[in-house]
């Protein structure tokens, strides 16, 4: 069973930054694209920022300049760097993998920013 293991959320004041990390046991070799999506209360899923096996990253338009996804391939593990937080950036963090037609979800990782 295709395993998402997700880490570094937190709280954190506004202007700060957090590293979140999304581990996989999928293989790297059949992974088309990982990715991280967002909920906040009250409001839809999502889409963060994505990052293909051939490493062309994706970006939501609130979050570019400020949010990194890169990946670590020997590790197969994908990272999104935050920085200069804001509040809206506040959510549940939920890693997605892309495989085939299939798609895999994280368990999710809260982030808030807040003073």
């Known amino acids: 069973q295709a395993q998402l293991v997700e880490s570094g959320g937190g709280l954190v004041q506004p202007g700060g930054s957090l590293r979140l990390s999304c581990a996989t046991s999928?293989?790297?070799?059949?992974?088309?694209?990982m990715g991280w999506y967002r909920q906040a209360p009250g409001k839809e899923r999502e889409l963060v920022a994505t990052i293909t096996s051939a490493g062309i990253t994706n970006y939501a338009d609130p979050v570019k300049g400020r949010f990194t996804i890169f990946r670590d391939t020997a590790k197969n593990t994908a990272y999104l760097q935050m920085s200069s937080l804001k509040p809206e950036d506040t959510a549940v963090y939920y890693c997605n993998v892309k495989r085939g037609l299939f798609d895999y979800w994280g368990q999710g990782t809260q982030v808030t920013v807040s003073s």
């Open positions: 999928i293989s790297r070799f059949s992974i088309y694209a």
